[in-house]
C-alpha cells in the first residue's frame, strides 16, 4: 500500500511538475524552454549514469560501450513508433489523445528496451568472460560495431539521420523513467543478487570460489544495464524528435562514464549528482566550450589521483548524515573514575 | 591478381604505421599492465609536431635529409611528452587499481584530443610534402616512394628497439621488469627509470608513426588519434600483448585486412573489422597469436 501511494504520489508530482513547467497547468506560469530542455536532459542522462553505473560501479566491469546500446533504444523504439505509430493509434482510437500518445511511447520504448537487451545479451555473453581492460576495449568495440550498423540501414535514414519522429517523450515521462530506474538499479544491488555483483566488483575469484556463477551474474547486469540504455535512448529519440548516429559515438560512451566517476561509482545518487552536476557544467561553461572538454579531462586525472572513489565513493548520499551505527553496543560502558 | 598485389602493397604500408603505434601499446602494457589509451593521441601530436616544423622548413626542396631531421625531432619532443606522461598522471595512480590507473588513462586521452582541438585548432591540416614523390610500378603495381620511405622505416625502427631490447643493459632490465615488477625492483634495477625509458620509447615510435602518416596520408587532425591508437591496440592484442615481434604481426595483419575490406567490400565498413577481429581472437585466442597463456593467480 505504501509503495502504491509513493507511486501515485510520484506522478502526480511530475504531472503538476509537467505542466507548470510546459504552462500547460496554469497560463501565464513556465519556465524557459532552454532551462526545461536542460532538466529533460539531465533526467535522461540520469537515466543512462544509473543504469551504467550497474555495471560499471556495482558489477566492477568497466562498459566503454554504453552509447550503443542507448542507439539501439533510440533507432528501435522511433522505428516503432513512426512506422506502426498510427495502426497503434487507430487500434487505441477509443482512448482520449494524450493516453494514445502514452501508450504509443510505452509501446516504443519497451521495443527498444528489449532489442537493446537482446543486444546486451549477445555482447555480453562472450565479452563478459573476460576481466577488466579487455572488457572496455570489447565494449567500446561493440559498441562502434552496432554505431556503423546502424549506419548503413537505410530504413532508419542511414546517414541522414531518422527525423520524423513524433515528440512523445516530455518531462513527466523522462523524469517517470528515471525514477524507475533508479528503482531498478536500487532493488537489484540490494537484493541477494546483487550481493554476487559486488562480491564480483571486490574479487572476482574469491566470488568464484564461494560458488557465485560469475559470468551469469555479470551478464545478467550487463542486460538489464543494457536495457535502460534503450530506455534512455529511446526517450532521447522522442524528445528531439531526430536522432542521428553521431550522437552514439563512444565519445557518448566515456560522457556517461566521466557522469558516474565524478559521482561516484557503486553510488545511485551519486550517478545522479553525477549527471546533474555534468550536464550543468556543460550548459553553464557553454561560453567557454573549447576549454569545456579540457576542464573535464583534467577533472577526471585530479579526482583518479585524489579520491579515486568519485565524490561519493561507494556510499550513498543520504549516508553522509546519518549517525555511524554503533557496534559497540555488547561492550559494557566504561567504568568513570 | 594485380589488384591483390596493389592491395597487398598499401595494406603492408599502413599497417606498418599500425605496427608502430601497436608497439608502444604493447610495451607499456609489458611493463603497466596498463592499456595506454593516450597513446593514440601521443601518435597525433607527433604528426602535428611533423607537422609544424616541416612548416619552418618550408621554401627549402623536399629532401630525405630535411624528412629526417623532421622526423627525429619530432620522436624527441613525443619522448619527452610521454615521460611527462607518465610522471604526472600515471605515476601518483600506479599502486591503485587496475580501474583507476584505466579511467585516468582516457582521462589523459581525452585531454590530449581536446587541449590538441584548442592548440591546433580543429579543423584538419594538410602536411606539406617532406622527400621527393616518385612512383615505380613493377608488375602493374603502383608503389609511390612514401609508402617505400613509411615501410624502409618502419621496419628499421622495429630492427633497432628489437637490438635494443635484446642487447643492451636497459634493454634487459626492461624484459625484467615486464616479467615481474616487483622481482625486478628488488633485484636492484630502477624501475621508476625502466618505465620512463619503456613510454619515452613508445611514444618515440609513435611520433615517427605520425609523420610517415603525415608523408602518405597528408591530412592530419586532432582526433586522428583515437581510431589508429584503437586499431593499434587491436594489433597488440591481436598478435599477443607485451610481445614485441607479435605487435608488429598484429599491425601488418590489421592493416592488411582493413584495405581488404575497404577494397574489396565496402568503406563504410572499414572502422568496424579491426573491431570485429578483436572479438574474434579474444574469444577464440585470448593470448593472441603469438602470446603466452598466463593464469591468474590469487
Redesign the interface.
Known amino acids: 500500500m505504501k509503495h502504491a501511494a509513493m507511486a501515485i504520489a510520484l506522478v502526480a508530482v511530475l504531472f503538476v511538475l509537467n505542466g507548470l513547467f510546459s504552462g500547460t497547468l496554469v497560463a501565464g506560469v513556465s519556465i524557459s524552454p532552454y532551462i526545461l530542455q536542460v532538466m529533460c536532459l539531465a533526467g535522461i542522462n540520469i537515466i543512462l549514469a544509473v543504469s551504467l553505473n550497474l555495471i560499471n560501479g556495482f558489477t566492477?566491469q568497466?562498459s566503454i560501450g554504453h552509447a550503443g546500446f542507448m542507439a539501439i533504444g533510440a533507432y528501435s523504439s522511433a522505428f516503432v513508433t513512426v512506422t506502426f505509430g498510427d495502426r497503434i493509434r487507430a487500434g487505441l482510437s477509443f482512448l482520449p489523445a494524450f493516453a494514445q500518445d502514452g501508450a504509443l511511447l510505452l509501446i516504443g520504448l519497451a521495443v527498444g528496451a528489449l532489442l537493446a537487451a537482446i543486444a546486451g545479451f549477445l555482447v555480453g555473453v562472450?565479452?563478459l568472460r573476460?576481466?577488466?581492460?579487455?572488457l572496455?576495449?570489447?565494449t567500446?568495440?561493440?559498441g562502434?560495431?552496432i554505431r556503423?550498423?546502424i549506419?548503413?540501414i537505410d530504413a532508419v535514414g542511414g546517414a541522414r539521420g531518422y527525423s520524423g519522429i513524433p515528440k512523445l517523450a516530455n518531462f513527466f515521462w523522462i523524469y517517470l523513467f528515471a525514477a524507475f530506474s533508479i528503482l531498478v538499479v536500487y532493488r537489484v544491488v540490494h537484493s541477494s543478487f546483487g550481493r554476487t555483483l559486488i562480491a564480483i566488483r571486490e574479487d572476482e575469484?574469491?566470488a568464484e570460489a564461494m560458488g557465485v556463477d560469475t559470468t551469469r551474474s555479470k551478464v545478467i547486469s550487463f542486460v538489464v544495464s543494457s536495457s535502460l540504455a534503450g530506455v534512455g535512448g529511446g526517450l532521447f529519440g522522442h524528445y528531439l524528435m531526430y536522432v542521428h548516429t553521431n550522437s552514439f559515438t563512444f565519445i557518448k560512451s566515456?560522457e556517461i562514464?566521466i557522469m558516474i566517476?565524478i559521482g561516484g561509482?557503486g553510488s545511485i545518487t551519486g550517478s545522479v549528482l553525477g549527471a546533474v552536476l555534468y550536464i550543468t557544467l556543460t550548459e553553464g561553461l557553454r561560453q567557454f566550450s573549447?576549454?569545456r572538454?579540457?576542464c573535464?579531462?583534467?577533472l577526471?586525472?585530479i579526482i583518479?589521483?585524489v579520491r579515486?572513489q568519485g565524490i561519493l565513493g561507494h556510499r550513498e548520499f543520504l549516508s553522509y548524515f546519518r549517525r555511524p551505527r554503533r557496534l559497540d553496543a555488547a561492550t559494557p560502558p566504561a567504568i568513570e573514575t | 591478381m594485380t589488384t591483390f598485389l596493389q592491395q597487398l602493397m598499401n595494406g603492408l604500408s599502413l599497417g606498418s604505421i599500425y605496427a608502430l603505434i601497436a608497439l608502444g601499446y604493447t610495451m607499456v602494457y609489458g611493463v603497466l599492465r596498463?592499456?595506454n589509451f593516450a597513446h593514440g593521441d601521443v601518435y597525433m601530436v607527433g604528426a602535428y609536431v611533423g607537422y609544424y616544423l616541416s612548416r619552418m622548413m618550408q621554401g627549402k626542396e623536399p629532401s630525405l635529409a630535411a624528412a629526417f631531421l623532421v622526423m627525429v625531432a619530432s620522436m624527441v619532443a613525443c619522448a619527452i611528452l610521454g615521460i611527462i606522461i607518465e610522471r604526472l598522471?600515471y605515476r601518483?595512480?600506479r599502486r591503485?587499481?587496475?580501474?583507476?590507473l584505466?579511467?585516468?588513462a582516457?582521462?589523459?586521452?581525452?585531454?590530449l584530443?581536446?587541449?590538441g582541438?584548442?592548440v591546433f585548432g580543429p579543423d584538419p591540416k594538410f602536411f606539406p610534402s617532406l622527400a621527393p614523390h616518385a612512383e615505380y610500378v613493377v608488375a602493374g603495381v603502383r608503389i609511390t616512394s612514401e609508402q617505400l620511405t613509411v615501410i624502409g622505416v618502419s621496419f628499421l625502427l622495429m630492427i633497432l628497439l628489437r637490438l635494443f631490447i635484446q642487447k643492451t643493459r636497459t634493454g634487459k632490465a626492461m624484459r625484467a621488469v615486464s616479467f615481474n615488477l616487483d622481482a625486478a625492483k628488488l633485484m636492484g634495477i630502477s624501475t621508476d627509470w625502466i618505465i620512463g625509458v619503456t613510454f619515452a620509447l613508445g611514444s618515440a615510435l609513435a611520433a615517427a608513426a605520425g609523420v610517415l602518416i603525415g608523408m602518405q596520408i597528408p591530412k592530419i587532425d586532432p582526433l586522428m588519434g583515437i581510431m589508429y591508437g584503437?586499431k593499434a591496440?587491436?594489433a597488440a592484442?591481436l598478435g599477443g600483448i607485451g610481445n614485441v615481434p607479435g605487435a608488429v604481426l598484429g599491425g601488418l595483419l590489421i592493416g592488411t585486412s582493413e584495405v581488404m575490406v575497404v577494397g574489396y567490400l565496402s568503406s563504410?565498413?572499414r572502422?568496424?573489422i579491426?573491431?570485429?577481429i578483436?572479438?574474434l581472437v579474444?574469444?577464440l585466442r585470448?593470448q593472441g597469436i603469438l602470446g603466452r597463456v598466463t593464469k591468474?593467480k590469487?
Open positions: 566492477g568497466f562472450p565479452s573476460l576481466r577488466g581492460d579487455y572496455a576495449i570489447v567500446l568495440g561493440f562502434e560495431i556503423v550498423w549506419l548503413n575469484i574469491a566515456i562514464i566517476v561509482l573549447e576549454y572538454m579540457v573535464f579531462s583534467l577526471l586525472i583518479m589521483i579515486p | 596498463l592499456i598522471a601518483p595512480v591503485a587499481s587496475r580501474l583507476t584505466l579511467i585516468t582516457i582521462g589523459v586521452s581525452l585531454f584530443e581536446n587541449a582541438q584548442l584503437l591496440f587491436v592484442v563504410t565498413y572502422d568496424a579491426a573491431f570485429g578483436l572479438i579474444l574469444l585470448p591468474e590469487v
